[in-house]
């Protein structure tokens, strides 16, 4: 998954609008479609908004943000014998 996929599936997670530009720009559209394809999203032509999250896909998105955040960890190194 690419960063602007992530961003695209956590807009559509968040918002019920349509993410910006995801028709006028070819990337975001190719990434959009991407993900549809992936069944993370929706494609309902006749429907505003034209892209819809789908379970998988809130599934996908919850399951990243319950992954703990790293720790910084301090080690002292083995002394030299």
């Given amino acids: 998954m690419t960063p602007l996929q992530l961003d695209i599936l956590l807009h559509y997670h968040c918002r019920g609008n349509d993410y910006e530009q995801v028709f006028d720009n070819d990337t975001r559209n190719e990434q959009a479609m991407e993900l549809a394809d992936a069944g993370l999203l929706t494609l309902d032509k006749s429907d505003t908004?034209?892209?819809?999250?789908?379970?998988?896909?809130?599934?996908?998105?919850?399951?990243l943000l319950n992954i703990p955040l790293p720790v910084t960890g301090h080690t002292i190194p083995d002394a030299q014998q």
Avoid: C, S, V, W
């Fill in 49 to 63: 908004p034209l892209f819809a999250i789908t379970d998988k896909g809130n599934f996908y998105i919850k399951h």
